[in-house]
């Protein structure tokens, strides 16, 4: 069954050491199961670079790469710096759980609070084999960021 897709608006903001960057990001609703991989090894097809669907270049100087520690207890997404126009950052999240087709994070340091005061925590969905979502705990159920895409992928390779 198809429905229909809502759309919103979120801002959200990001304090870089001393500089607070504001994106707008589109969320909306879609109504598909979550995508697993075969193995069930979500931290290895996440590692690597990603950049948000919306971009005019994407992939370019806009990308990020995803990283997991070793015993996957983090994931820490970072972009590198691109001067002289910015220095990069990077966001470590502890991981409060790992399934097949998502993962549940909370950054550290966050400063974003929910209407109930506390820390804002992170789901990443994936969408696809190359496309994963963010999702907010405090949103509705279905209310998605827009995709966020592989970079380099094969769309027909499914890796």
Not at 54 to 64: I, K
Request: with cysteine; glycine share 10%; proline share 8%.
């Amino acid at each position: 069954m198809n429905r229909p897709l809502k759309i919103g608006l979120v801002i959200t903001a990001v304090l870089l050491g001393d500089v607070v960057i504001f994106g707008a990001i589109g969320s909306y609703v879609f109504g598909r199961q979550s995508y697993s991989f075969d193995d069930n090894d979500l931290p290895r097809h996440l590692a690597g670079r990603w950049d948000w669907s919306n971009r005019a270049h994407p992939c370019g100087d806009s990308a990020h790469v995803i990283r997991f520690s070793p015993d996957r207890r983090t994931m820490t997404i970072a972009m590198p710096p691109h001067p002289p126009h910015d220095s990069g950052w990077s966001a470590t999240y502890d991981l409060l759980s790992l399934e097949p087709s998502r993962l549940r994070g909370a950054i550290r340091g966050e400063k974003r609070l929910t209407k109930g005061g506390k820390p804002v925590v992170w789901d990443l969905v994936m969408a696809g084999p190359n496309e994963y979502r963010w999702h907010r705990t405090d949103w509705p159920a279905n209310s998605y960021t827009i995709g966020v895409l592989r970079c380099g992928a094969d769309s027909t390779s499914g890796d």
